[in-house]
Nanobody, 125 residues
C-alpha cells in the first residue's frame, strides 16, 4: 500500500508564500519522479512542477516558473521520500487544490501512478 500525505496548504494574500510538503510511504522499491498538479474550480487538472528522482532534475509549467521551486531534502531516513513545493509571489490565479503525484515501483508491482488527496491553496486578499 502506497500513501501520499500532503500538508501546507491554506489561505494567503497575493504576493505571499506557502510551502507544500508531500511524503510518500509504503513498500517502495524505487521512485521515478514526484511532482505537483493543481485543479482550480471549473478547470482541468494541470501540471505544476516535477522532480526526477535519479538526478533531482526539476521542471515547471510556464505559469509558475520563476515563482515556485520544487525540491527534495538531503537524504535522511525519515524524510527521503518527501518533496516540497515552495510557492512565492502567489497570485489569485494560483488558487486551486494541489495534488502530489509520483511514479514509483513497489516491492510487488512495477512502476505506476499514485496520487495524494490534495491540499487547498487559496490566494485572496
Amino acid at each position: 500500500q502506497v500513501q501520499l500525505v500532503e500538508s501546507g496548504g491554506g489561505l494567503v494574500q497575493p504576493g505571499g508564500s506557502l510551502r507544500l510538503s508531500c511524503a510518500v510511504s509504503g513498500s517502495i522499491f524505487s521512485i521515478s519522479n514526484m511532482g505537483w498538479f493543481r485543479q482550480a474550480p471549473g478547470k482541468e487538472r494541470e501540471f505544476v512542477a516535477g522532480i526526477r528522482w535519479s538526478d533531482s532534475h526539476t521542471y515547471y509549467s510556464d505559469s509558475v516558473k520563476g515563482r515556485f521551486t520544487i525540491s527534495r531534502p538531503i537524504s535522511r531516513d525519515n524524510a527521503k521520500n518527501t518533496v516540497y513545493l515552495q510557492m512565492n509571489s502567489l497570485k489569485p490565479e494560483d488558487t486551486a487544490v494541489y495534488c502530489c503525484h509520483t511514479v514509483l515501483a513497489t516491492m510487488t508491482r512495477g512502476p505506476g501512478d499514485y496520487w495524494g488527496q490534495g491540499t487547498q491553496v487559496t490566494v485572496s486578499s
